[in-house]
């Protein structure tokens, strides 16, 4: 009789936990239609209310199976669903046709983990209109993050890539993650944080962005911003990176939690931080002064 009865009551839960996650879409896609007339930002990242519920592969069902809403949709926000690696991928493969205009995905704090990435890798030419892509927190080991490059690196139209905190890179992977980041071509911005980057691991990533750069064409991507973490302590790195960027002018750059800006026309480097300040105070070939609150520094270099 009490198994009976729990029976019952689990039948109960999983229906109503079913009916949630529905009217929870549901009202996501009443919400586009009222603003957009169209579904066109669809936003089931997580959010610290008690508006947030966590989609499983159910609640994915439940997005796909509007697939004649689908057509118009530019943003899908999933971050923080905590999506397993083979929901993932079969969901991916199944989205891809259904979202033609697709401009920017987040599926950031998801286990989309290898199986994903090459699904991501494998469709992304069919997202012809992707513009960002955010990877953080994914579970991608290296294999499949250098797999990935290989494919987005090709994209036409990709500008904004987060692959921070995912797998840790050693000199071999390093030389092939510079390698292959050096093809890119239309990149704005690309965050590294927390794949263990750091100083010695930089000199074999921009080692492998050489020998690219040598096997023919330049490295074109006209990059705004890199995210590098709290591994980069020398500002020589930085520098170094810089140089192997031929059309890139300027760069703000965020490492130590802390905001630069280097500028290849003029020399300078701006901040109101005085982390990577304070190594070159101790050098002769700069010049240090303040300019509305923000020291900069002239360097003597071949940026």
Same mark, same amino acid.
């Given at each position: 009789?009490?198994?009976?009865?729990?029976?019952?009551?689990?039948?109960?839960?999983?229906?109503?936990?079913?009916?949630?996650?529905?009217?929870?879409?549901? &009202?996501?896609?009443? &919400?586009? &239609?009222?603003?957009?007339?169209?579904?066109?930002?669809?936003?089931?990242?997580?959010?610290?209310?008690?508006?947030?519920?966590?989609?499983?592969?159910?609640?994915?069902?439940?997005?796909?199976?509007?697939?004649?809403?689908?057509?118009?949709?530019?943003?899908?926000?999933?971050?923080?669903?905590?999506?397993?690696?083979?929901?993932?991928?079969?969901?991916?493969?199944?989205?891809?046709?259904?979202?033609?205009?697709?401009?920017?995905?987040?599926?950031?704090?998801?286990?989309?983990?290898?199986?994903?990435? !090459?699904?991501?890798?494998?469709?992304?030419?069919?997202?012809?209109?992707?513009?960002?892509?955010?990877?953080?927190?994914?579970?991608?080991? *290296?294999?499949?993050?250098?797999?990935?490059?290989?494919?987005? !690196?090709?994209?036409?139209?990709?500008?904004?890539?987060?692959?921070?905190?995912?797998?840790?890179?050693?000199?071999?992977?390093?030389?092939?993650?510079?390698?292959?980041?050096?093809?890119?071509?239309?990149?704005?911005?690309? *965050?590294?944080?927390?794949?263990?980057?750091?100083?010695?691991?930089?000199?074999?990533?921009?080692?492998?962005?050489?020998?690219?750069?040598?096997?023919?064409?330049?490295?074109?991507?006209?990059?705004?911003?890199?995210?590098?973490?709290?591994?980069?302590?020398?500002?020589? *790195?930085?520098?170094?990176?810089?140089?192997?960027?031929?059309?890139?002018?300027?760069?703000?750059?965020?490492?130590?939690?802390?905001?630069?800006?280097?500028?290849?026309?003029?020399?300078?480097?701006?901040?109101?931080?005085?982390?990577?300040?304070?190594?070159?105070?101790?050098? *002769?070939?700069?010049?240090?002064?303040?300019?509305?609150?923000?020291?900069?520094?002239?360097?003597?270099?071949?940026?």
């Amino acid at each position: 009789m009490h198994r009976i009865l729990a029976f019952f009551v689990l039948a109960l839960s999983t229906n109503q936990c079913f009916s949630n996650l529905e009217d929870y879409v549901e &009202r996501e896609f009443e &919400r586009n &239609r009222e603003q957009y007339g169209c579904i066109k930002d669809l936003d089931f990242g997580f959010k610290s209310t008690n508006d947030f519920m966590k989609l499983s592969e159910i609640g994915l069902n439940f997005i796909v199976e509007k697939q004649d809403d689908l057509n118009s949709l530019e943003s899908l926000n999933l971050s923080g669903n905590n999506i397993p690696e083979i929901v993932a991928h079969d969901f991916i493969e199944k989205l891809v046709i259904l979202t033609p205009n697709l401009k920017k995905i987040n599926l950031s704090f998801n286990r989309i983990g290898f199986m994903g990435a !090459s699904i991501i890798g494998n469709v992304c030419h069919q997202w012809e209109h992707l513009e960002a892509l955010y990877l953080c927190h994914a579970n991608i080991n *290296s294999d499949g993050l250098l797999s990935l490059f290989i494919k987005l !690196s090709k994209h036409p139209n990709l500008k904004h890539l987060d692959i921070a905190s995912n797998a840790f890179f050693n000199e071999e992977s390093a030389y092939k993650l510079g390698h292959r980041f050096a093809a890119f071509q239309n990149l704005n911005s690309i *965050s590294f944080e927390d794949l263990g980057l750091n100083d010695a691991l930089m000199d074999a990533f921009l080692l492998g962005m050489d020998h690219y750069k040598m096997s023919g064409p330049e490295c074109v991507m006209p990059l705004k911003s890199v995210h590098f973490g709290n591994n980069i302590k020398s500002l020589d *790195s930085i520098l170094k990176f810089m140089s192997k960027l031929d059309h890139a002018y300027q760069l703000n750059f965020y490492c130590q939690k802390k905001k630069y800006t280097i500028n290849k026309e003029n020399h300078t480097i701006k901040s109101k931080e005085k982390y990577f300040l304070k190594i070159y105070e101790q050098k *002769s070939d700069k010049n240090i002064k303040m300019v509305k609150g923000k020291q900069i520094i002239k360097l003597k270099s071949n940026l």
